[in-house]
């Protein structure tokens, strides 16, 4: 009798311990949220896969999931489907994450983009990375497409052929338009379609010039005249003179952000941007990120209001306004 009291006793004693311990493990806790526009998205599926492994399968009929990752886990791979929308991709290496905390939280804003039958089969695919610089997370896109777009071309030659053409193209198009920074993208595809092409090279090379310098681009100078002096005892005009005055250097100021938060994105620049055009924007910030400096529109605690905002940008030009979830002065959206 008493052995068993004292084997009892032992594993109450264990039982005591476990929950301490599971609570001191650091790790960090995934709140994955999807929308259709400003609305949570229905029935979207999560699937979790841990190294190789299938752990996690589910609808959710009000587009949320959670998950948690520990120091110790493999690389963890997140696919977020819809009947009807784009599938995306989400990787996650716990090696790479500095666990600084004991419990931490990171959420993620998916969109839900719809896909018309020529698109079937095409997925995002995203990496979310950790700024020690920032002390925030984020998620890039992989650029998959490239890859299994090789694998086509070598299989079709006259594919190869429609997509150079294409891609030189649209490529001279926008170089009529003075658009550098977007036909370096089709001369690059062309390129992949023939990776010896001289043209697509040198016009690769051009492209990527002209947009270095279109970026770093000073103001005009402006030149004033005097008008000339007439009196009733003055028969020739006095002299004109011309005055030329540089241009003043503009001071780009950086804010620096604390917390989660809505805003409204209305451009992100690598380097220079020109500040007059966001000089009457209510609520302007200026962050610098991991990979742009983006000009964005207040700082709001809901989707909705920071909705209302972009309407308000649309009307007032900048008609390619849209919301984005940051954190600090980093955009956690994908």
Known sequence: MKLLVKRAAAI???????????????????????FEGNKPAKDVTFQLIRGQK??????????????IIEEKDPTIQLVISKSGYLTKRIYFDSKEFPFEADYETQEIGIECVPISAKMKGVEYVGKMNFDNVGKSYSITK?????????????????????????????????????EYEYAKGYFEMALVAKPSDSYAQQQLEFTDSMAIIEANKPAPLIVAIEEPVQTEETT???????????????????TQVEGSYYSVQLG???????????????????????????????????????????????????????????????????
Request: charged share 30%.
């Open 12 to 34: 109450l004693a264990l039982f005591a311990i476990l929950p301490l311990h599971a609570q001191s493990q650091k790790q960090l806790d995934i709140l994955v949220e999807a």
């Open 54 to 67: 299938e752990v996690a399968k589910e609808t959710s009929k009000r587009g949320y999931f959670n998950f």
């Open 142 to 178: 992989i650029d998959s497409s490239s890859i299994k777009l090789k694998r086509q071309l070598q299989q079709k030659e006259e594919q190869i052929e429609a997509i150079y053409a294409k891609a030189i193209y649209n490529g001279e198009g926008l170089i009529k338009i003075e």
């Open 236 to 254: 020739t005009p006095e002299k004109v003179e011309e005055v030329i005055t540089e241009p003043k250097e503009e001071t780009q100021l950086i």
């Open 268 to 334: 992100a620049f690598v380097d220079w941007y020109n500040e007059k055009v966001f000089a009457d924007v209510p609520e302007l910030l200026v962050v610098q990120g991991s990979d742009y400096k983006r000009c964005i529109s207040g700082q709001f605690e809901t989707r909705e209001e920071a909705l209302t905002r972009a309407q308000e940008m649309k009307q007032n030009g900048f008609k390619d306004a849209f919301v984005v979830h940051m954190k600090g002065n980093q955009r956690i959206g994908f």
